[in-house]
């Protein structure tokens, strides 16, 4: 939805007129860029917060994640390497490692990463996007090692409870979190169709009581379509979540090309079709970053 970003530009950009060095200013216009999917003028904006605010470690984060997704690897490296310079909270450099080595394909980076950051994120020590991204890559992993039951296992431990069908199984947003990122796909692998319905059923109704409702239009429907109404549904949905710009760049797209559970749509020509033009408006996306990269104010 742009409508949001859209009525707050104006005033951002009055404001910024004003003080066209204000930090909160620059972050709040580069954040509503990369929530319109303009991923140059979005990293504009974070390119002058980073010269304006040296001391701000996430405009770095920031452009290190976005060089990753348009596939300059070499670039994103050295923004990386700044970043950890600068960021001293090291459970957010690692929790970009993860994310960036995901968004890579990077899966001898995420299996020496991601198992001894789990830990952290039972005792409350990792929470939000970097607790669901974490949680989504282990399940990622677990899956290709054909290791399924022995995660289901492990959650459990942590969480009694956790893989029960029954909407009683969440009584917390962690728990939520846990659930729809990594139970239920794992929950994929091990379970009859009609059992992956009713599970997926009870979690969005849980979801629903807590004000979480997914779109049609969300990433996410996919895997949901997939799961309570098969093949055909979920590719339905696939074409339509991405069949523009929306999420040309998003963490959600990358895990798509290489979770277990999508295999069989990955490999149906209407999807590889729909993939092949998405990836080359990203190609197209790569270039403009380099034209841009070329500007002064981009020399390091």
Request: net charge negative; proline share 5%.
């Amino acid at each position: 939805d742009r409508d949001g970003p859209d009525a707050a530009e104006q005033p951002l950009k009055t404001a910024l007129t004003v003080q066209p060095d204000n930090p909160e200013i620059l972050r709040r216009l580069g954040i509503l860029e990369f929530a319109r999917w303009e991923v140059i003028d979005g990293l504009r904006y974070m390119r002058k917060l980073e010269l304006v605010d040296p001391l701000d470690p996430q405009p770095t984060a920031e452009i290190a994640a976005t060089l990753t997704e348009v596939g300059l690897y070499e670039a994103a490296a050295l923004w990386m390497a700044d970043y950890r310079g600068r960021q001293q909270d090291r459970g957010a450099v690692i929790n970009l490692e993860i994310q960036t080595a995901s968004e890579r394909g990077d899966e001898e980076a995420l299996e020496r990463i991601v198992p001894s950051r789990l830990a952290g994120m039972f005792e409350g020590r990792i929470a939000g996007e970097p607790a669901q991204i974490l949680l989504r890559e282990y399940a990622v992993i677990m899956l290709r090692q054909g290791r399924a039951q022995e995660a289901l296992d492990y959650l459990e431990s942590f969480r009694p409870g956790i893989v029960q069908v029954s909407t009683e199984a969440v009584t917390s947003w962690p728990r939520m979190t846990l659930r729809t990122a990594a139970v239920s796909p794992l929950m994929n692998d091990v379970s009859d169709q009609e059992t992956m319905k009713t599970f997926y059923e009870a979690t969005l109704a849980m979801m629903a009581e807590r004000g979480i409702v997914y779109g049609d239009d969300h990433p996410v429907s996919v895997r949901i379509k997939y799961a309570i109404e098969g093949f055909d549904s979920a590719k339905a949905a696939f074409l339509s979540v991405y069949d523009e710009d929306l999420y040309i760049l998003s963490y959600a797209w990358n895990e798509f090309k290489r979770v277990p559970w999508a295999a069989k749509l990955r490999a149906d020509p209407d999807v590889v079709a729909a993939m092949e033009v998405r990836e080359a408006r990203i190609a197209e996306l790569r270039n403009e970053v380099i034209e841009l990269m070329k500007e002064p104010e981009w020399q390091r």
